[in-house]
């Protein structure tokens, strides 16, 4: 049963890795024919005309180089991101379910990831790998989702340093801009949702070889 869990959680990500993939190809691609049609429909003009072209044309250009790619990656991060919570709580479920016990995860004061930690800790009572590195990653990936759903991206005073730490180790996939006065996330380069499957993948790979060496005792 927990190999077929393993093989099932591993087909989401890989299928969330494929979409992403493609998600970034088709802005490129959409970048790209812009380009050439504006070069195209330049062609003949004069450097004045090219100029006032250009400046009228713009805000498209914006569009596909910066405000699709942001919506686009922050609604993708958050869709990861609620799979890996879903994914984890469904699996403290099904080993209480293998082991007799009648609660769910629903039963528990907690929320998201945490709720499936304390479930794994304390009904299922298996050690949850949460004093590894990736667990507290994943911690901050869940202070960036909020900020995205809850503030629009802006930070909040209260998970504002950790988060900020995290984006200065992103190598400038993420980056904070100035916006009227208040620090707003965003994201500027496809690795960044790259890193976030990766750490799912990496913590889930931690998780199921804790539990399958549990099974085995």
Known sequence: MLTLCKDLNGMKFDELEDYANSLERYLKNEVKALEERHKEQTAKMTQEQKEEFYDYSSDDYIQLVESFPQTLRVSLFVHCYSTFEHSLNELANTMGSLRGIKITTKDLRDEGIMRAKLFFRKVVVIDFPDTQLIWNE?????????????????LSEDNAKQIEIYIADSNGALKLVDDRGSKRIVIASEVFNQNVLKAFETFNGILFKTLLADAKN
């Not at 994943?138 to 802006?154: A, D, P, Q």
């Open 138 to 154: 994943i911690t901050t990936l869940n202070k960036i989702r909020n900020c995205f759903v809850h503030k629009e991206g802006y």
